[in-house]
């Protein structure tokens, strides 16, 4: 009985979760949920499949802890961006934020959330699925903002906080698409000042 612990099932792992799950999220960023085959996945992890699939359930699974780690890692900007003071502010934070972020030295050119589910095959859909849906949410999330600001006078009465946030985030997203093609941080945050120029004072 006391050698149950040797089973299979009982045997403790001989990976570090959290390491696993970060380089995870790596080949998940670079490649995208259809991209990132699951011998990638494992080579890229140090394990087994039999030990990914114990660790972390199947490959979706998985994405779904690496995207939450991405969020609360990478992309925390656009969380704290909601904190800032002023509508201005919070604009600033969500572009230079994502200009940052997609251009990391140590990472990969673009954005996770963007480049994640581009493909849509049937076994990518749940994956697609919940991307749009963390960006529909984000773009709520401003909006609300937004509209807090016109309610606060920080924004005119008659700012639409809905068509702003859109602006906001479309600038954002299109700045991670631009960055998986190779235009550089400079280029980009070029294209954030203007954004930011051209909507508010």
């Known amino acids: 009985m ?4 040797s089973s299979v099932m009982g045997r403790p792992r001989e990976f570090d979760i959290d390491e696993a799950l970060e380089r995870a999220m790596q080949v998940f960023w670079e490649r995208g949920y259809e991209g990132a085959t699951l011998s990638d996945l494992t080579r890229a992890m140090g394990i087994t499949k039999p030990s990914m699939y114990a660790a972390f359930g199947s490959k979706e699974q998985l994405f779904r802890r690496a995207l939450d780690r991405y969020i609360e890692g990478p992309a925390s900007y656009a969380t704290r961006a909601l904190e800032e003071p002023t509508a201005r502010r919070v604009a600033e934070a969500l572009l230079r934020g994502a200009v940052r972020t997609t251009t990391l030295s140590e990472g990969h050119p673009g954005c996770l959330t963007v480049q994640g589910a581009l493909a849509a095959s049937d076994g990518g859909r749940p994956a697609h699925d919940l991307l749009v849906g963390w960006r529909n949410d984000a773009g709520l999330r401003l909006e609300e903002r937004f509209q807090r600001a016109v309610d606060e006078g920080d924004l005119p009465r008659d700012a639409d ?30 294209i954030a000042d203007t954004a930011l120029r051209s909507w508010l004072p």
């Open 2 to 5: 006391g050698d149950s612990r």
């Open 161 to 190: 906080a809905g068509r702003l946030a859109r602006y906001i985030m479309t600038v954002a997203f299109g700045i991670a698409v631009q960055a998986a093609g190779g235009v550089g941080h400079d280029d980009l945050q070029d």
